[in-house]
């Protein structure tokens, strides 16, 4: 039996040390990104997840400029360095994709599916994490390293005039990537006792 699965997870690994380098064009990376957020499952099928995938330039600007500055006047100045070298760390990658859910989508199946209606916004979070993982993971076997961070909803203004997002987008994490500019540290796990009881 072969298994690849289980290979790929062990690869998707937090990366902060990012370089500016692809292993592939930018147009197969934003294909990559896109197949996986389309693939990922969804309550209903309803597909709530959006993405504001940005590369270069642009992801520059969320970091050095939109997210450092909102930080800015939030942190103690003398802490500021190292939020200051986390932003320019993000930076210093190829690119970021933002992970939204559509409230819209949710609100309507709220309508169509009262019986659900707590769930539906739990069920929205659950496919987020999905979408986040599948991406992570596609892009760390394309030999891409990338974190996932958190910095709404402190952003998503600015973000949202910025890039001309749609009112009904809620920013759910941002996740830098780029090339693996550092080795990274071995995983440590929990006791399995801990987590995981089998029965048969
Ligand atoms: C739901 C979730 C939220 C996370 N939030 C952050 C975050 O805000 N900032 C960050 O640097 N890492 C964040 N992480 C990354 C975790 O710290 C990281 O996945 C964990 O330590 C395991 O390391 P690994 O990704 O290398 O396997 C988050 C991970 C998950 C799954």
Redesign the pocket.
């Known amino acids: 039996m072969t298994q690849n699965a289980i290979p790929l997870f062990t690869k998707?690994?937090?990366q902060y040390a990012l370089g500016a380098k692809l292993p592939l064009p930018e147009a197969q990376v934003d294909a990559l990104i896109r197949e996986a957020i389309r693939l990922t499952p969804s309550s209903f099928n309803s597909q709530s997840s959006r993405a504001l995938i940005l590369f270069g330039a642009p992801s520059q600007k969320l970091w050095k400029e939109i997210t450092k500055e909102t930080l800015r006047p939030m942190v103690p100045a003398d802490a500021f360095a190292a939020t200051d070298a986390k932003m320019d760390a993000f930076a210093a990658g190829a690119g970021t994709v933002l992970f939204y859910e559509d409230q819209d989508v949710i609100k309507d199946l709220q309508q169509k599916y009262p019986l659900y209606a707590d769930n539906f916004p739990v069920f929205s979070e659950h496919s987020a994490?999905m979408a986040q993982f599948a991406v992570w993971t596609a892009l760390a076997e394309a030999g891409i390293g990338a974190?996932?961070?958190?910095y709404a909803p402190l952003i998503d203004a600015e973000v949202a005039k910025t890039w001309g997002v749609p009112a009904s987008w809620k920013l759910r994490a941002q996740m830098p990537f780029g090339s693996n500019e550092a080795p990274?540290p071995e995983?440590t796990f929990i006791a399995d006792d801990v987590r995981f009881k089998t029965v048969r």
């Open positions: 998707r690994r937090t994490g974190s996932l961070q958190h990274l995983k």
